[in-house]
């Protein structure tokens, strides 16, 4: 477990900082888009400036590289999956559909996938939810498991504030 923690807060850093020094571009090519660096994101936080100033990855790809995240919710049973804005990021992802198998998030088409992961919140683990994501090179595929057994994602809701958190890298067309 150790082992794990230590291998996602490298994973995080890294793509914060790619997300910095390759700040992404709104999907529609406008000011308003879904995707923002994470130097934007993170404005106006306290403390938190110059991630700019990140320097390495180029050499990774980081020039080449699109975040993607968000939190995705259910309040009640039925209400329908999304993303959660205010309080949470999204970046570069939207839902697309939902049914009794899986939930489909659309992002802008990329040229290769590196990874997408996807995990339950504290409230969601304890009650033995799992989630996997199937990435195409423009859609994010998840499927919730409970006790081995896929789960129904359109009955799956812990409550107003459970989630399960969506991370991914793409590389950009």
């Known amino acids: 477990m150790r082992r794990f923690r230590a291998v996602a807060a490298v994973v995080s850093a890294a793509v914060l900082a790619t997300a910095a020094v390759a700040p992404a571009e709104p999907a529609d090519g406008g000011e308003g888009g879904a995707e923002r660096s994470a130097e934007q994101a993170l404005e106006g936080i306290g403390g938190v400036t110059g991630l700019g100033a990140v320097t390495g990855f180029s050499g990774f790809g980081g020039d080449r590289l699109r975040v993607l995240a968000g939190v995705l919710r259910q309040d009640r ?3 329908g999956w999304y993303l959660v804005g205010g309080a949470h990021l999204v970046l570069g992802l939207e839902v697309a559909r939902a049914d009794h198998q899986q939930i489909v998030l659309r992002f802008p088409p990329a040229r290769r996938v590196v990874s997408v992961l996807c995990g ?3 409230t969601y683990a ?4 799992t989630c996997g994501a199937s990435v195409s090179l423009d859609e994010v595929t ?10 129904d994602p359109t009955v799956t809701a812990a409550g107003r504030y459970a989630n399960f958190w ?3 890298l793409v590389e950009r067309r």
């Open 77 to 79: 049973p039925g209400s």
């Open 120 to 122: 339950p919140d504290e």
């Open 126 to 129: 304890p009650l033995g939810y």
């Open 142 to 151: 998840v499927r919730l498991g409970r006790g081995g057994r896929l789960a």
């Open 166 to 168: 969506l991370l991914g």
